[in-house]
């Protein structure tokens, strides 16, 4: 699963955490055991095979249901209990080899969302049918079985889908529905005739029923886990391609084929490459890649049908930006990079989650360097970084495994820690073992587990079997332990040799960590431009010696490391003092390191504005994305204070130079780069106040109702961003017609990111009405939340807070209370986190109060960071 940057965290994110981060570093793990795997339901009956027939009601967004399950029971027992959750079971009964038929009385238990039959004699080891008739709902929000309305050639239309993970395929079938049970699902759909449907095989049977209805029966599955279980339909079109032998389809609703060209061949591409990787072939004869208008955020891996919210898929070839582009191609490698991390092997259990999704997000980003260097992916990446490090150097961080104990800590797992710690540290792991041993060691991985489930455990026995190296030591540090080090550099001159001293501590932005910990951590050394070479810096410090003291000496010259590293003042200058000739990732190492000590008080301020001077013909868009993304904190700290007049000040004259350069107009076969790269300071001058970047987009956007081709794909996104964020009443009509009448969820997007941006208060208010009507989507809801928030966050909290029930109602109920105390996670003030903290320990549960909590803490340190550097600010640049 590959979420957008607002994450489908659930409300119990912390309390699964916190018990985490409370465990010492841990004991070795396991390699995996069913009868050991943590779960709710008892291992003693296990499905083998499910047959299961739906009939969908979509009018009415009901459908009822009957399924078979071929069980195997492992060892006497007196009770069969599986999972159903927003079910009503209408009939039960169990036949063993003999034939003969006993009904059983459901006991459904709705909190714990399990389905319990006792039996009135017990059951000997052995195989039997238990048989079951249900009825269940079609819902507005994306669990289970769900419903999308949208609009096609300007007629109302609807479809229905599922997403299933991590515990919501009981709302669907009444399974098993925990990753260890897996098993064959053999589906059979009654659906409107006028739709097509998709799922996990390819449809072996199609007929015809009474009353404008058809049934649709798939072909079986391998054994998988329930979570992967899927179902699309309703008025679709696909654009089909053939790849080694699999049929591979890009599905979307009426009229957007022309968008399913790059996808279809960036998905051909990535199957021939996995294949290839991996040494095991793509298993199943189809794969669909399906977009959808709407329900849910990002896209979900299901095995042979992986479902994608409509933007991140599909590319317009004649007005979407670059970033699109990427966009797709990157989460596209994600989704199909778990067709075998998560699919073919999948985790025991959902502590282990990050096998699946740390491990698809770095696949991902070596499949995007393979087939697109020119985007700099690596590069990006540690831009991107910077995010999920800031998170892990709080107290309220977890470690990348973390214990989970129910369905909604499992929800609450999916997050920047799971995904991006998980991918930054096996990129410093492959770097460390080596690309060539690292992938012999995953191809022996996936080889002895597929079809099956594992830990951590199984993953370093296999890496250390192909490498020699002991990687559980390593590894177990990383993953079992919160937060990161802080690797310290001092080195002198002696004799004509470097003398070198490494040191690491915890690093943290709010307060000390009480615990002495430590890791087990491979650093790169080398001189600037030069070779590097590896060593393991295992306990409190290191000191080593260097042959020479020519050159300056660089750690981690490559920025594969998960670690800040913190010169002494001499070796930062020789570094700052060569900074536009470093090599690239060693550039943007440099700033993000830089800041990184700024934000936590180690450096002062006016030596990241004197680094960031040294950079202004940068020509990477990764490090000006760095760069600018700093100094847009820095402005935030500052809002309504006079600080904020001299960040903007040195915003533009920094960056102003270099756009001169490169110009209003793309020239005529310039790299794709530059272009970004002018899209990307126009909007920063315009959000820093410059009157004529402001005044450009302002015209350029009345060129755009004239006429859309007016405006290119490059800037089209600075164009409507300033539009709406200086936007007067008549703008704002305008933009929210557009919104009304987008022919796709981009441009949708586009326009009502641009509306949630208003500076002005009365359009923002406009905009919070949207946020409960209920026409508008559940998924939505956040971006549009935060977007206002970020320019009215006290407007924004008194319509929150006056408009609650309504609210909370409009919002899908995993990762409402998150999303209700993210509101203040832009302040920098302390007292919005007292106002919000003791506002939800009033209104909501604990569960609430310890995500809150959470927030809170974001914002102390923001506000910390504030009253330290705003006088910095003031010395700096007056």
């Known amino acids: ?16 955490f916190a018990a985490a981060t409370a465990i010492a570093p841990a004991q070795a793990e396991a390699p995996y055991s069913f009868a050991a795997t943590p779960g709710k339901l008892p291992k003693d009956v296990v499905p083998i095979q499910y047959t299961a027939h739906l009939v969908a009601d979509v009018p009415g967004n009901s459908f009822r249901g009957s399924q078979t399950v071929d069980i195997e029971v492992l060892k006497p027992t007196s009770a069969i209990m599986l999972n159903a959750d927003n079910m009503e079971i209408e009939a039960a009964s169990l036949s063993g080899q003999g034939g003969k038929q006993a009904r059983l009385t459901p006991i459904l238990d709705r909190k714990a969302q399990t389905l319990r039959f006792e039996l009135a004699q017990p059951l000997a080891p052995g195989k039997y049918q238990l048989a079951l008739q249900f009825r269940g709902l079609i819902t507005r929000e994306a669990r289970g079985l769900f419903y999308v309305n949208y609009k096609a050639g300007g007629a109302d239309k609807k479809l229905i889908a599922t997403t299933m993970a991590p515990s919501d395929a009981r709302r669907v079938l009444p399974t098993w529905d925990e990753p260890a049970f897996r098993a064959r699902f053999k589906l059979t759909v009654d659906v409107p005739g006028n739709f097509k449907a998709y799922s996990t095989t390819p449809i072996e049977t199609r007929e015809a029923l009474a009353g404008g209805m ?36 890009i599905v979307t609703t009426e009229g957007k084929l022309g968008s399913a060209t790059f996808p279809l061949a960036a998905s051909r591409e990535l199957l021939h490459y996995f294949n290839d990787y991996f040494g095991i072939p793509y298993p199943l004869p189809k794969l669909d890649q399906i977009a959808i208008p709407g329900g849910f955020n990002g896209a979900m891996e299901n095995w042979g049908a992986v479902v994608y919210n409509e933007p991140t898929l599909l590319v317009d070839p004649k007005r979407s930006p670059e970033r699109v582009r990427k966009m797709s191609f990157d989460i596209n490698a994600h989704e199909l990079a778990h067709q075998w991390f998560g699919n073919l092997v999948t985790m025991a259990w959902w502590d282990n989650l990050w096998l699946n999704e740390g491990f698809a997000s770095w696949m991902a980003a070596k499949a995007t360097q393979h087939f697109h260097p020119e985007w700099r992916p690596y590069l990006s990446g540690i831009a991107e970084r910077e995010y999920v ?87 177990s540090d990383w993953t079992r332990q919160p937060g990161f080090p802080l690797v310290k550099v001092e080195q002198a001159c002696e004799n004509g040799k470097r003398r070198v001293t490494l040191s690491q501590e915890q690093y943290r932005l709010d307060e000390p960590a009480p615990e002495k910990r430590l890791w087990d951590i491979p650093v790169q050394v080398g001189t600037v431009n030069g070779k590097a070479w590896t060593l393991l810096l295992s306990g409190p410090s290191k000191t080593f010696t260097q042959a020479s003291c020519e050159g300056a000496l660089v750690v981690d010259p490559y920025s594969v490391g998960y670690f800040r590293v913190h010169y002494d003042p001499a070796s930062f200058q020789a570094l700052a003092a060569q900074a536009p000739q470093l090599r690239d990732s060693t550039r943007l190492k440099l700033l993000t390191d830089t800041w990184s000590m700024v934000s936590s008080g180690r450096m002062q301020l006016d030596g990241y504005l004197k680094l960031v001077a040294s950079y202004g013909d940068e020509p990477r868009l990764a490090v000006w994305d760095s760069i600018l993304s700093n100094l847009r904190t820095l ?64 015209a350029r956007f009345a060129r755009y109702l004239q006429d859309p081709n007016a405006v ?5 996104d600075f164009v409507i961003g300033t539009a709406g964020r200086y936007a007067d009443a008549a703008t704002y009509d305008a933009l929210a017609a557009r919104a009304a009448a987008a022919p796709n969820s981009e441009e949708r997007n586009r326009f009502g990111k641009a509306l949630t941006s208003a500076q002005d208060p009365a359009l ?85 109060v310890v995500e809150a909590e959470r927030v809170g803490n974001g914002v102390r340190i923001r506000a910390a960071q504030k009253a330290r550097l705003l006088p910095q600010v003031r010395a700096a640049l007056k």
């Open 1 to 16: 699963m590959r979420h957008m940057p607002v994450t489908r965290t659930a409300a119990a994110l912390a309390l699964a």
């Open 214 to 249: 058809q049934r649709i029966s798939f072909g079986n599955t391998p054994k998988m886990p329930s979570y992967l279980v899927v179902l699309v339909a309703g008025e679709m079109e696909r654009l089909a391609g053939e790849q080694d032998g699999v049929d591979i389809g």
């Open 389 to 475: 490090l800031n998170l892990d150097a709080r107290k309220t961080t977890h470690p990348i495994q973390a214990r989970i104990d129910n369905e909604e800590q499992a929800a609450a797992a999916f997050d920047a820690i799971t995904y991006h710690k998980g991918e930054a540290f096996l990129r410093m792991l492959e770097a460390y073992l080596g690309e060539e041993p690292f992938r012999k060691g995953i191809r022996a991985y996936m080889a002895k587990h597929q079809y099956s489930n594992t830990t951590s455990a199984d993953l370093w026995q296999a890496l250390e079997k192909a490498t020699g190296k002991p990687v559980e030591k390593l590894a």
């Open 635 to 698: 402005d935030s700290l500052a809002r309504g204070e006079p600080e904020q007049a001299l960040i903007r000040r040195f915003l533009i004259g920094f960056a102003k130079p270099k756009f001169q350069k490169l110009g209003w107009e793309e020239k005529p076969g310039e790299p794709v780069e530059d272009a970004e790269l002018r899209a990307m300071l126009a909007g920063a001058l315009a959000r820093a106040g410059d009157p004529q970047a402001i005044a450009e987009g302002k």
């Open 712 to 716: 290119s794909p490059a800037m089209i």
């Open 764 to 848: 923002a208010a406009r905009t919070m009405q949207a946020l409960v009507a209920p026409d508008t989507p559940p998924d939505l809801i956040p971006y549009m939340l935060y977007g206002v928030a970020g320019e009215h966050l006290d407007q924004t909290w008194a319509f929150a807070t006056a408009h609650r029930d309504a609210l909370l109602n409009n919002m899908e109920a995993v990762g409402r209370y998150s999303t209700f105390a993210g509101i203040v996670g832009s302040s920098a003030d302390a007292r919005h986190a007292d106002m919000m903290e003791a506002y939800m320990r009033k209104h909501f549960g604990p569960d609430a």
